[in-house]
Nanobody, 121 residues
Framework: QVQLVESGGGLVQPGGSLRLSCVASGSIFSIDAMGWYRQAPGKQRELVAT???????NYADSVKGRFTLSRDNAKNTAYLQMNSLKPEDTAVYHC???????????????WGQGTQVTVSS
């Protein structure tokens, strides 16, 4: 099994910062990509940012210049630094993992349970 443990959510004022962490553990042979998606009430889940094993990042237009996604490959951990937060960033943030397992040709995808981020004065 694979586990994703998310942390770092909370309540912050507009303009503030938060740092989310996602630690992956379990039967992982290699990681293809890690990332964060978010879902606000009444809306579909949307991409926030992803990072490949080679360090290539992809950001949603709405967070470019404000959010930074990084990885510690040795710790199977992804960090999402969120600056200049806006009320519209309020959502449940879910960690996403795409990985491979030993002796299996296909890739696997896993989701974390989510961490709430609320931006409000």
């Amino acid at each position: 099994q694979v586990q994703l443990v998310e942390s770092g959510g909370g309540l912050v004022q507009p303009g503030g910062s938060l740092r989310l962490s996602c630690v992956a553990s379990g039967s992982i042979f290699s990681i293809d990509a890690m990332g964060w998606y978010r879902q606000a009430p009444g809306k579909q889940r949307e991409l926030v940012a992803t990072i490949t094993s080679g360090g290539i990042t992809n950001y949603a237009d709405s967070v470019k210049g404000r959010f930074t996604l990084s990885r510690d490959n040795a710790k199977n951990t992804a960090y999402l630094q969120m600056n200049s937060l806006k009320p519209e960033d309020t959502a449940v943030y879910h960690c996403n993992l795409r990985c491979r397992k030993q002796f299996r040709p296909e890739d696997f995808e896993y989701w974390g349970q989510g961490t709430q981020v609320t931006v409000s004065s």
